[in-house]
């Protein structure tokens, strides 16, 4: 009878072979169970990976929005606390102003102009805002301040009111000053007219139209400014050019925050658009995820039934590399 048998050395290299067959399998179930995605992606799509790519890619595109919508939230968000902001400083200052002209009492007067002009140069900082390096109100030029200091604002109004004689002609040309668009629009901001788009879902773009020399913003600032000019002494010494001022001045303040009332309205409503976007957007990423799984997908019960397998496998091997590693001649005489 002839016998076939295997050498040492072939015995020792089918065994290392098995070993590193065992171990390699246990790695793969050991990440498919950690992961529960099948390590061998060829073999869970037959070899047609386009349905994979394509929920890839749409998964991609999904996180790209997600950064958008989130930003484009936070900034939306931000700006809707500036017009707040404004509407504070807007509370009762209107009616306070309107009082003071009513007394004609000059203490009465400087105290109330010298407050709106405090509230002037936080109205100006406040269209200033700059979050993460990005200003707010400059349009698409978010690297650039909309609007110079109350100051300089208040310096280029003056020059426009040289050889002014009544209250009414100031009145006249603060507020032509601030409609022309060769007047405050032009020598004063900083920024850019046009406005950056915000793509914010698939086929869905957003702007936020809202920029210092907004038309709301300039009827709000009309009223301070009144106020503010007469702080630095305008018509100093004629009571009554001043009060009819301050008067104008009180009026424009009331209408000044109706404007910034439906301004915040219209931007509510973007914020309102970019909200149902982040809803929409995580909506169809859930389902994207749940599509990917069912795809790629790996049993846990049968990764974790197949891991103790081979750890079983494995285990048992090594016992019987040390039972046959400790042969010896005498145990082979025997």
């Known amino acids: 009878m002839n016998y076939l048998s295997v050498g040492d050395m072939a015995q020792s290299f089918q065994m290392r072979q098995h070993n590193l067959q065992l171990k390699t399998a246990m790695t793969t179930l050991t990440e498919e169970v950690i992961s529960g995605i099948k390590q061998d992606l060829g ?7 386009i349905s994979l790519a394509g929920i890839d890619r749409s998964l ?10 989130t930003e484009a939230d936070l900034i939306a968000g931000t700006m809707q606390q500036s017009l707040q902001t404004l509407r504070y400083l807007n509370d009762g200052i209107g009616v306070a102003l309107l009082s003071a002209a009513t007394t004609a009492t000059k203490p009465m007067i400087d105290a109330t102009v010298n407050d709106a002009a405090t509230r002037f140069d936080t109205l100006i900082s406040t269209l200033n805002t700059n979050l993460a390096g990005r200003y707010l109100f400059s ?5 650039t301040r909309p609007l110079p200091g109350a100051d300089v604002i208040l310096a280029a109004l003056s020059s426009e009111l040289s050889g002014v004689t009544d209250a009414s002609d100031a009145i006249t040309r603060i507020d032509n000053w601030f409609d022309d668009p060769a007047g405050f629009a032009a020598t004063q901001y900083q920024g850019d007219a046009s ?34 000019l007469l702080a630095e002494g305008l018509f100093s010494g004629d009571l009554e050019a001043r009060s ?7 009026e424009r303040v009331i209408q000044g925050d109706d404007t910034l009332a439906g301004l915040a309205a219209n931007l509510g409503t973007v914020e309102a658009r970019i909200a149902d976007a982040k809803v929409r957007n995580g909506a169809e990423r859930s389902a994207l995820e749940i599509a990917r799984t069912e795809l790629i997908g790996a049993d846990p019960y049968e990764s974790a039934s197949a891991l103790e397998a081979v750890r079983t496998q494995l285990e048992t091997l090594y016992t019987l590399t040390s039972r046959l590693s400790s042969l010896s001649m005498t145990d082979y005489l025997r």
């Open 195 to 228: 406005h950056s788009q915000i793509r914010i879902a698939e086929g869905e773009v957003t702007r936020i139209e809202i920029t210092a020399i907004d038309p709301a913003l300039r009827d709000a600032m009309k009223g301070f400014a009144m106020a503010a």
């Open 60 to 69: 991609t595109m999904l996180e790209s929005y997600d950064i958008a919508t």
């Open 139 to 143: 349009g698409a030029a978010t690297d």
């Open 43 to 49: 073999a869970a799509v037959s070899g047609d990976f």
């Open 244 to 250: 009819s001022l301050v008067t104008a001045a009180g």
